[in-house]
């Protein structure tokens, strides 16, 4: 699997109404040992929204220096994010991924360490 | 690398620059490799760069273009971007420096061809601009 795999694909609960489309996928540094590097990344779950622009570029972590007026545009549009723990996922399709929560049960993304 | 280290992927991994040991340029991050186990959430084994991926993300016409010249270079394996293990990442930053150096990288072979066939024959190339 590739991480473009899951990049914009649909996220759908178990009714089968989409909660909105992957932003990002986050990583946490703990998987195996590859090769002779410190351990891996392994993922942590998915960051869940509805508007993708600007949300890439950063702009929307409240901890992400830039220019205030864009900061602030895109804090709003990023506003809805919700994480997805990957213990939730049950299914990777094509486009789409099925998880086995509902949009009341997602909390925001924590801030990134 | 700190334990307990957290990052979102496509921000702080997609498109970074990857420098070899040598503090050279060894191409741009187009893509992950995750690799699911038995049990537990899919971890990343390798970095995906140079032209193969990035036609991918790309394309069109320009995809396909980059993406046959990719494979007239690799005219026996399948198609694809140059794999490069994490095994071999040694730290990742605003960019992604590697322990090894690029020429034992796949993405050099394209760096060189198109620094040979497309650069190269670009009038004024050979030196510095006035």
């Known amino acids: 699997m590739r991480l473009t795999d ?8 178990p009714a089968g109404r989409t909660l909105g489309h992957v932003h990002d996928v986050r990583l946490v540094q703990e998987g195996p040992v590859v090769g002779s590097s410190d351990a891996t990344f392994r993922v ?21 220096q830039g ?29 789409a991924i099925h998880v086995g929560v509902s949009a009341a049960d997602l909390r925001r993304p924590e801030p990134l360490s | 690398m700190m334990a307990g280290r957290t990052i979102d992927a496509a921000l702080s991994l997609l498109d970074r620059q990857l420098i070899d ?14 690799t699911l186990p038995e049990q537990g959430a899919p971890y990343v084994t390798a970095i995906l760069a140079g032209p193969g991926s990035l036609s991918r993300r790309i394309g069109g016409r320009l995809g396909s ?18 794999s490069i293990s994490w095994g071999v990442v040694a730290e990742v930053g605003s960019s992604i420096r590697l322990s090894v150096a690029r020429s034992v990288l796949e993405v050099d072979r394209f760096e060189s061809w198109t620094r040979e066939h497309v650069i190269g024959r ?3 190339s050979g030196h510095a601009p006035d």
Request: hydrophobic share 45%; aromatic share 8%.
């Open chain 1, 6 to 13: 899951l990049l914009d694909s649909d996220v759908v609960d």
């Open chain 1, 44 to 64: 942590a779950g998915l960051v869940v929204g509805g508007t993708a622009f600007g949300a890439r570029l950063g702009f929307g972590r409240t901890n992400v």
């Open chain 1, 67 to 95: 220019p205030w007026l864009l900061k602030r545009l895109f804090e709003r549009l990023h506003a809805d994010a919700r994480f997805v723990p990957w213990a939730s996922v049950r299914a990777v399709t094509p486009g």
């Open chain 2, 21 to 34: 040991v040598n503090e050279r340029f060894a191409g741009k991050v187009d893509d992950l490799e995750l």
């Open chain 2, 65 to 82: 273009w980059i993406e046959s010249v990719h494979r007239r270079l690799h005219p026996l394996s399948e198609p694809g971007p140059a």
């Open chain 2, 122 to 124: 670009i009038p004024g």
